[in-house]
């Protein structure tokens, strides 16, 4: 059952990664098509070079990763359309590995805030791969909870069970509620989803280990904690072995 939840699942993310960057070509096409080229001569043009110069002076000064980013940043806010290579060049850059990894960083910061398709395909690469780091973090989760109710009568696979059912749960609910914000248009189901399944958490936790409401809220807690940290550690380990391939 969870196996086939969670193929179910990543199928899903697949095709509205797919739907998501073919809005996202539309409205860059549209964005090129009105775009009004700056005459390299006039005052703007001037300023903006600028502005570009010093930041990028003051990186090579300072030597500070922020004051590059920044640089980054601005540069990619200003030229939405420039391909990194030649941003790069512009500001007089390095075409490293890791510089391309950043600028493009800057661009997703500049899309997150002014594209609404990029920043619902955004949050969706992120809930994909935080699923992905969950799924092979199951186990050491499972050891947690093991120590958690360590004077219990249940073993290590008992607990694994209990949390392969919780996370049947845990996509099933994300599936549903992922549509429903795709038909609908919102981003509440989201919400909902969490407070679902916090709820559902806590009351499978009181009635599969039946423990005292006061114990098992401590507990509820300290799970819900490691589950986030776990899940951070994990997505930002898979993104750095997508990006390092």
């Not at 003051?58 to 940043?73: H, L, P, R």
């Not at 609404?116 to 935080?130: E, N, Q, T």
């Not at 936790?205 to 401590?218: A, D, E, G, W």
């Amino acid at each position: 059952m969870y196996l086939n939840v969670t193929i179910v699942f990543f199928l899903l993310q697949g095709l509205f990664s797919v739907i998501d960057e073919y809005k996202i070509a539309n409205i860059a096409d549209k964005s090129n098509e009105i775009e009004i080229e700056i005459d390299p001569s006039s005052e703007k043009a001037k300023k903006e070079e600028s502005i570009f110069s010093i930041s990028n002076e003051s990186t090579v000064i300072n030597g500070s990763f922020t004051a590059k980013f920044n640089a980054f940043v601005k540069y990619s806010f200003h030229n939405k359309n420039t391909p990194v290579s030649q941003a790069l060049d512009s500001l007089r850059y390095k075409k490293t590995k890791w510089n391309i990894f950043y600028y493009k960083k800057a661009k997703d910061i500049n899309n997150i805030s002014n594209n609404s398709a990029f920043r619902k395909s955004y949050l969706d690469r992120i809930v994909s791969k935080i699923s992905v780091a969950l799924f092979f973090m199951l186990p050491l989760f499972t050891m947690f909870i093991s120590l958690l109710y360590i004077r219990g009568k249940k073993n290590y696979t008992e607990h694994l069970v209990f949390v392969f059912n919780v996370q049947t749960v845990f996509f099933i609910l994300l599936i549903f509620f992922t549509i429903f914000d795709r038909i609908f248009k919102t981003d509440i189901g989201i919400g909902l989803f969490f407070i679902l399944f916090l709820f559902y958490l806590y009351k499978s936790l009181r009635n599969f280990y039946k423990q005292k409401r006061f114990k098992t809220i401590i507990k509820f807690l300290f799970l819900n904690f490691v589950f986030v940290i776990l899940s951070a550690f994990g997505g930002l380990f898979i993104s750095f072995i997508a990006f390092a391939l």
